[in-house]
């Protein structure tokens, strides 16, 4: 469908440039036919073209009407596509049409609201959406490459998923790289819990910027950049090669990003030697910074019994034994739940821990089920016995009785930890710039996963840093913000550090 309307051009404003209006697509709401449609369509544009006049020059919101509420946010789905949608106002009833704006690569769906497209479309009873379609990101590199002087390497890794990758070349292209990795995927918003739109970055007037993504971690891809820009403006050159990857889909576990880049060629020929990934903000004077991970551990226990009727004492049931794997688990969640609030010195990364998340069985009240099932999510410590471990989750469910099996989801099986002392001379430069800076670093394991593990399993040591101090943990939360202050002084602490990694001299594992 999208592309049948293609190449319409919509004047807006006298002299100014013409803003692509296509590919667009109308549809009823009623749909009869494709003929139906498509006549429907070139109706509307016509309608649109004769019915918006220019606005004078220099007034991009002329129709900006603060009573339409713009609603935005993310389809579901495995490729989520962001939106921003108006209701029509003052429906009269019958079959309107609905409106899909596309824009041109220099655009966004905001340009729509800020034009007051959106907004005009809902006061004259159009149900419409604006789409901001996969590749912005990419774009948005591109053109950060163009002018940075930066070589830029697009490489698709699945279908749709693309890293991008920016490079400023080192003057010892011998030398292994640094690798300076984000990822431009967010999660959702619930729009009406926040205090401001979460896709406007507005500051308030102590300077906090709200926005989603504004510490997880979009501050840190815009702090990489800046930081190489500045190094670059004041004439620097540096031994290492710097890479900055931005990768697509972290945040739904990697698995078309990172996971796949660090399969291939394009990773290969990279020759990172260490790598900066994110952090977390900290609340306090102190940094957090990251040297290794727990493991992501997802099973399904399934348990099988008699069935029968509801009324009568039924002998070896599926609920019964699922019951027993529960507690089982349950009483090792406690213990380490126990060994963590015991022992001041601990972290929470240092534990395992497990969460029931999710139970499912039965049709009836009155129906005994045969099969019933619970999901768990471990996150397993970098320091546990991994065989053993499994072998224990095989025994709670041997020991609940016959028909009780285990399947995991997800089991991630490569911890690896990148040493936090000075033997590890990508620590010791890391370490010293901040020292130098007075920044007091508090390092842990984190508690759950990033794309770093992938970096970790291929050989490459790397750090979660995100340079957020004195911020209140807000990732993934409404109102996620930072404050303008904490953003800058990260640029600065970037600045300082991209020349002491870079500079690292040639270490026995480079060659
Ligand atoms: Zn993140």
Redesign the pocket.
Known sequence: MVGALCGCWFRLGGARPLIPFGPTVVQTSMSRSQVALLGLGLLLIFLLYVGLPGPPEQNSWLWGDPNVTVLAGLTPGNSPIFYREVLPQGSSGGTRVEVVLLHGKAFNSHTWEQLGTLQLLSQRGYRAVALDLPGAAVAFFEERARQLGLGCQKVEVAPGYVVTVLTWPGTNPALPSILLNS?TDVVPVFKEHWSHDPFEAFKDSEGYIYARGAQ??KCVSIQYLEAVRRLKVEGHRFPRTIHMTFVPD??VGGHQGMELFVQRPEFQALRAGFALD?GIANPTDAFTVFYSERSPWWVRVTSTGRPGHGSLFIEDTAAEKLHKVVSSILAFREKEWQRLQSNPHLKEGAVTSVNLTKLEGGVAYNVVPATMSASFDFRVAPDVDFKAFEEQLQSWCQAAGEGVTLEFAQKWMHPQVTPTDDSNPWWAAFSRVCKDMNLSLEPEIMPAA?DSRFIRAVGVPALGFSPLNRTPVL?HDHDERLHEAVFLRGVDIYTRLLPALASVPALPSDS
């Open positions: 990822h997880d971690m972290e945040e994110e990033t990732l």
